[in-house]
């Protein structure tokens, strides 16, 4: 495969991205388009409005990637977009864009692993995780930790039984009487809150394991605060305990893992992995272990086109070919994932 540049369309969810990413993993352009405030008066995700704002979007966040760029659709080696998982309509909005570019321009389309294209986002820091690592991806939808010996060679350790860490955020400041998106509202309220006021439980950490399971960490914020004046204070002070107990959670899990397994390099992906206090335990953890953790930068946790970019060069580099045929695959177990010619 020759050529200069990657266009990476991610449209899996709320935010519409588009990137430019060179075979050598350079980030020539990225844009995300955030649609928060477009779901935060329904406190949540409303899929039709979501397509409809992705349908919008798309287009004009590809022009605008190349024009920062300074390059043309000529320019153009493949184009790579999620296929799965996320929201059907929503998908099919980046991939009828994507498979439709490829039909123009001659040029692969390959449709890509939204949580594959997380696993791997850190490799486009500098300098990159070298096979193998352990993966944590922790975010809105997912928390899971995975053996990763290449792409498309993963082995699950453990995953979440229930609620996503990200999830418990959103739903935890829900109950805090914070708006949407929640989870980084509640990690900047938690900055006021005062150690130990309030102790959760860490869950599943009290036998052996690498499962996560966060649905009852939310019910004992409940049970704690059902009594209380929900003041600034006291709710800053229930945020502070609960992130506590979630970065307590993650650490010890990944720490885990690394002892499992053996492997000395720790990559943290997903969304939540821009948290502060995770990142300062974690960093903390890996020295004393002798681990080395390498996270994306901050703008690289959440849905972003690059990692969908770099994700689809090296599965095209690696000789995977698709068709032009649309698709998309609202449901897709990372288990079904192969390396590419496998």
């Known amino acids: ?10 449209t899996s969810c709320d935010e519409t991205a588009a990137a430019l990413v060179t075979p050598g993993g350079e980030i020539r352009s990225s844009v995300v388009a955030s649609q928060a405030a ?24 590809t022009q605008r990637v190349l024009a920062d760029a300074g390059a043309r659709l000529a320019d153009l080696d493949g184009i790579a977009y999620t296929q799965g998982p996320g929201l059907a309509g929503a998908l099919l909005v980046g991939a009828s864009v994507a498979c439709a570019l490829g039909f123009a321009l001659g040029k692969p389309a390959i449709g890509v692993h939204h ?5 791997l986002s850190p490799l486009l820091a500098d300098p990159k995780p070298e096979f193998p690592f352990v993966a944590l991806l922790v975010s809105g939808g997912h ?3 995975a053996r990763v010996e290449g792409v498309g060679r993963y082995e699950i350790l453990g995953s979440t039984l229930d609620d996503a860490a990200g999830e418990a955020f959103d739903k935890t400041a829900k109950l805090l009487g914070l708006g949407y998106p929640g989870g980084p509202q509640l990690a900047a309220l938690a900055e006021r809150g005062r150690a130990d006021v309030f102790r959760f439980p860490r869950p599943l950490t009290e036998r052996p ?7 009852g960490l939310k019910t004992a914020v ?21 992130e506590e107990a979630v970065v307590d959670t993650l650490v010890l899990k990944c720490r885990r893992a690394i002892d499992a397994t053996g492997v000395r390099t720790l990559v943290i992906a ?4 821009a948290n502060r206090r995770l990142r300062a335990r974690m960093l903390a953890m890996g020295e004393q272990a002798g681990v080395r953790v390498v996270y994306p930068r901050a703008e690289y946790c959440t849905d972003n086109g690059a990692m969908i970019a ?32 496998g």
Do not use: K, N
Request: with cysteine.
């Open 38 to 61: 477009l779901h935060a008066r329904y406190g949540g995700v409303v899929p039709e409005l979501a397509s409809r704002d992705h349908v919008r979007r798309v287009v004009p966040l």
């Open 310 to 341: 770099l994700l689809g060069h090296l599965r095209l580099s690696a000789g995977q070919q698709d068709d032009l045929a649309i698709g998309a695959r609202a449901r897709w177990p990372m288990t079904e994932l192969v390396p590419p010619g």
């Open 270 to 273: 997903g969304g939540v992995g």
């Open 209 to 215: 394991g690498l499962d996560f399971s966060f649905s």
């Open 143 to 145: 928390t899971l930790l």
């Open 1 to 10: 495969m020759t050529g200069d540049l990657i266009l990476g369309l991610e």
């Open 222 to 242: 409940v049970v704690a605060l059902r009594e209380r004046t929900l003041d600034e204070q006291t709710c800053a002070d229930a945020a502070r305990g609960f």
């Open 115 to 119: 949580m594959e294209g997380h696993l």
